[in-house]
């Protein structure tokens, strides 16, 4: 089992539509997370932390569900320009703080 | 520009040659990561550097592969005797001290291998 699971998609979405990517982590002893975007042939840049309560940056929303052990991403009114790889990231809080990608999920907005 | 800075960009080489690629992270970032990934796939862990100590390596990494990072600033990733299974983007990131800090990448390095 890999230690981040994503579903690789793709999603094809319209225009303005609402999307949501789930994302699994096996290590319960993960204590940071974060969703990073990654454009074609481009480096992963990240997109936000996920905090334990839940947090929001303008259409993009982040859950943590620490008892499932997982994490969401919501994008509200999609873009053209959100279609994008998406990656999900799990980083452990020991003293060598071991940080996992997910392979990522393929998001596609269609005019 | 103060962001992550990786040579070069791109490198074709001959099987079994050797190359070396480098990173410069973030100046006041201590911690440094090598990553590698294929097409359709998520980064895969490498190494990681805390200053100048190497801390963790994948087993993913061969005895062809090696990794310094001398003086705790830039770091250097070798590759010896390449395979055409090297080839990969190679990402360097670098990052604060403290485990909510996330990881900043440079642009990579894209090594081919004919």
């Known amino acids: 089992r890999k230690e981040v699971e994503q579903d690789p998609g793709p999603f094809n979405v319209p225009e303005g539509a609402t999307v949501a990517f789930n994302c699994t982590y096996s290590?319960?002893?993960?204590?940071?997370f974060f969703w990073y975007r990654q454009d074609c042939r481009k480096e992963p840049k990240l997109l936000m932390s996920?905090?334990?309560s839940g947090n929001e940056d303008g259409r993009f929303t982040a859950q943590l569900n620490r008892a499932s052990q997982y994490i969401s991403l919501l994008i509200r009114d999609s873009k053209l320009s959100d279609s994008a790889t998406y990656l999900c990231?799990?980083?452990?809080?020991?003293?060598?703080?071991?940080?996992?990608f997910g392979t990522g999920t393929k998001l596609q907005v269609i005019p | 520009d103060t962001g992550v800075s990786q040579n070069p960009r791109h490198k074709i080489t001959k099987r079994g040659q050797n190359v070396t690629f480098r990173c410069d992270p973030i100046s006041e970032h201590n911690r440094l990561y090598w990553y590698r990934q294929t097409l359709g796939q998520g980064p895969e862990f490498l190494t990681y550097f805390q200053n100048e100590a190497q801390l963790e390596k994948s087993r993913l990494l061969s005895d062809r592969f090696s990794a310094e990072r001398p003086k705790g600033s830039f770091s250097t990733l070798e590759i010896q005797r390449t395979e055409q299974g090297d080839s990969a983007m190679y990402l360097c990131a670098s990052s604060l001290p403290g485990y909510n800090s996330p990881l900043h990448f440079g642009n990579g390095t894209r090594l081919t291998v004919t």
């Open positions: 996920v905090y334990s």
């Open positions: 290590n319960s002893a993960s204590q940071s």
């Open positions: 990231v799990a980083g452990d809080s020991g003293g060598y703080q071991k940080v996992t």
